[in-house]
């Protein structure tokens, strides 16, 4: 059954306060609006609800398995502008040939295993496979990503294939959706860890960085962030799809 107007309007008051919230965090940064994309991660809601999203201005829409954006992008396909999806989930390898003809950017590349499948799958299908390096910026083995040390090398071996782009890193705070200042810090050293393999790199290199869920995306404005993902700020007070 379609949305009706209660959710929509729900929806336009929701992305008007994150709109308002991304925007708010860019001046006191003294940055351009423009140079933050908000992601918004449709995960908890139905594909018409997304539908409403893009209709609303969102196109970058994310999911966090590969499943569900087979499904939704399914779904949404003929919007225009055609909805630019996200992965920023874990990508398995034995579904990389389905999911990259869907994906604009991933957000999760963490292993080198994970580069050589992504580099024969592309090169077997005539794609670039646009990725953001997953870094796990805490001390937690459970968490996804790649080691703090572990990253300059990763990006070294993605500069040497021909059908992917490193644009970046990713991070997620320590404590997602929790204090402010912790979550600054762990994004000032994402930051900092761009920072520092970027002089290596040509000019221009790795110029994204994917920081900040609803809790916290401010604290990733802050520090530098050109793409955030937001999903609960988005559809708070809606009912799961």
């Known amino acids: 059954m379609p949305p009706d107007a209660t959710v929509r309007d729900r929806l336009a008051a929701n992305l008007a306060t994150v709109r308002e919230r991304v925007a708010d965090a860019c001046r006191r940064a003294g940055r351009d609006r423009s140079a933050v994309t908000l992601v918004v991660v449709t995960k908890s809601v139905g594909a018409d609800v997304a539908r409403l999203v893009h209709e609303a201005g969102c196109h970058d829409l994310a999911e966090g398995r590969p499943q569900a954006l087979w499904a939704k992008a399914e779904a949404l396909a003929g919007l225009v502008p055609p909805p630019r999806w996200h992965l920023v989930g874990h990508l398995q390898r034995n579904k990389i040939r389905r999911t990259l003809p869907h994906v604009t950017l991933?957000?999760?590349?963490?292993?080198?295993?994970?580069?050589?499948?992504?580099?024969a799958e592309a090169a077997a299908s005539g794609l670039v496979c646009r990725t953001l390096v997953e870094v796990n910026l805490t001390d937690d083995p459970g968490r996804t990503g790649v080691w703090p040390a572990d990253v300059a090398a990763l990006v070294e071996a993605a500069a040497a294939r021909r059908h992917v782009a490193v644009r970046g890193l990713m991070g997620m705070a320590r404590l997602p959706d929790g204090d402010p200042d912790s979550a600054r810090r762990d994004f000032a050293r994402l930051r900092e860890f761009r920072d520092a393999i970027a002089r290596g790199l040509?000019?221009?290199a790795l110029p994204e960085l994917s920081m900040g869920m609803s809790g916290d995306f401010e604290a990733g404005i802050l520090e530098g962030a050109t793409l955030v993902r937001v999903g609960s700020a988005v559809f708070e007070g809606l009912a799961p799809g």
């Open 106 to 119: 991933l957000h999760s590349l963490d292993s080198l295993r994970l580069l050589d499948a992504l580099e």
């Open 202 to 204: 040509p000019p221009g």
